[in-house]
């Protein structure tokens, strides 16, 4: 079997942080994060690397007329409420990108649109939190289908999926499904990778997670599956690309060590391996971050050359899955 190698980004702009607590530290990091994501289509272009762009439905809006018109039909009810970004569409939005980068993106998606081997593929359309009490599938169905809508009003057609926080349920993946929807990024199957609800979250599990991108607490490599439930390919990630400050800290060469140990014993074993992150997690330290990029895509052109390995995007994936069981 022909190994593969998948890259997939959680585009969201300050929809994705909006309700951190310490979001307004956040706004440098996404600004640093656009002018981060031309020197990423750049490098994937430059290694003939792809990727898929899981993008909120928001940042498709041109205008801030055209975001409203777009509104889904049932909006999510969170028993916090703070957690629905509708409020900020009405009070905190500007009119378009020019003077409101924060909330706007489509001059960033027609770019990677024009780039070669780039997927744009859906995060839902305002960071939807599956299992965060509130949330239903019905809710999650209007936001998926206004998704579909405004990207297709653009020209564009989504069927790939990342979930915000990667919460996911059998009930939500049946309505992606439903949208329209044929590939979605899973979660590795261990414990301190489970999606959970934020209130859910505890700091051993992120302190886990954290030590395992240096150290091999577990291998999180894992085939392309077939949700038998949803019927929906699933794409399960490998490792998230953990930001750096500098490439030459302790942390910043154990994670590379491990992320190109992981690719090559992929590699090897022809399984896929799918990475991911944040364009706004380049958004500091850009040039140490696009540095370390550069040195994974070193390797996977070396293990294109010497095993084979394939770039491909969530869909590619999906759809060679889909051939190989007729």
């Known amino acids: 079997m022909t190994s593969s190698f998948t890259i997939s980004l959680d585009f969201e702009l300050?929809?994705?942080?909006?309700?951190?607590?310490?979001?307004?530290?956040?706004?440098?990091?996404?600004?640093?994060?656009?002018?981060?994501?031309?020197?990423?289509?750049?490098?994937?272009?430059?290694?003939?690397?792809?990727?898929?762009?899981?993008?909120?439905?928001?940042?498709?809006?041109?205008?801030?007329?055209?975001?409203?018109?777009?509104?889904?039909?049932?909006?999510?009810?969170?028993?916090?409420?703070?957690?629905?970004?509708?409020?900020?569409?009405?009070?905190?939005?500007?009119?378009?990108?020019?003077?409101?980068?924060?909330?706007?993106?489509?001059?960033?998606?027609?770019?990677?649109?024009?780039?070669?081997?780039?997927?744009?593929?859906?995060?839902?359309?305002?960071?939807?939190?599956?299992?965060?009490?509130?949330?239903?599938?019905?809710?999650?169905?209007?936001?998926?289908a206004a998704a579909q809508n405004i990207a297709r009003s653009k020209g564009i057609t989504t069927q790939s999926l990342v979930l915000p926080r990667n919460q996911q349920s059998e009930s939500h993946l049946i309505a992606a499904q439903r949208a329209g929807i044929t590939v979605f990024r899973g979660h590795p199957k261990v414990a301190f990778y489970q999606p959970r609800a934020r209130t859910d979250e505890r700091p051993h599990w992120r302190a886990l997670r954290l030590l395992d991108s240096a150290i091999p607490l577990t291998s999180t490599l894992a085939t392309p599956t077939h949700d038998l439930t949803s019927d929906l390919i699933n794409t399960p990630a490998s490792r998230f690309l953990r930001p750096v400050r500098s490439t030459s800290s302790f942390l910043a060469k154990a994670q590379l060590r491990r992320i190109k140990s992981e690719m090559t014993e992929a590699a090897r074993q022809g399984k896929n391996y799918h990475?991911?992150?944040?364009?706004?997690?380049?958004?500091?330290?850009?040039?140490?971050?696009?540095?370390?990029l550069r040195a994974i895509l070193r390797h996977f052109v070396s293990l294109r050359d010497s095993h084979g390995m394939q770039a491909m995007t969530m869909l590619d994936l999906a759809q060679n899955v889909s051939a190989s069981k007729g």
Not at 40 to 52: H, I, Q, S, W
Request: hydrophobic letters at 40%.
């Open 14 to 144: 300050r929809w994705g942080i909006r309700d951190n607590p310490n979001e307004e530290a956040y706004a440098h990091a996404i600004l640093g994060g656009r002018r981060a994501i031309p020197q990423m289509l750049r490098a994937f272009e430059d290694y003939g690397v792809a990727a898929t762009w899981a993008t909120v439905g928001f940042l498709f809006a041109e205008t801030r007329e055209d975001l409203l018109s777009h509104l889904p039909a049932t909006l999510p009810d969170y028993a916090n409420p703070h957690l629905s970004p509708y409020a900020d569409v009405q009070n905190r939005v500007g009119q378009e990108e020019a003077d409101d980068p924060l909330h706007f993106g489509l001059s960033l998606i027609r770019q990677i649109e024009g780039t070669p081997r780039q997927e744009i593929g859906s995060h839902s359309f305002s960071h939807f939190y599956c299992l965060e009490d509130g949330s239903t599938a019905e809710a999650f169905g209007a936001d998926m």
């Open 275 to 292: 990475l991911w992150w944040h364009p706004h997690n380049f958004g500091c330290a850009t040039e140490a971050n696009m540095e370390n």
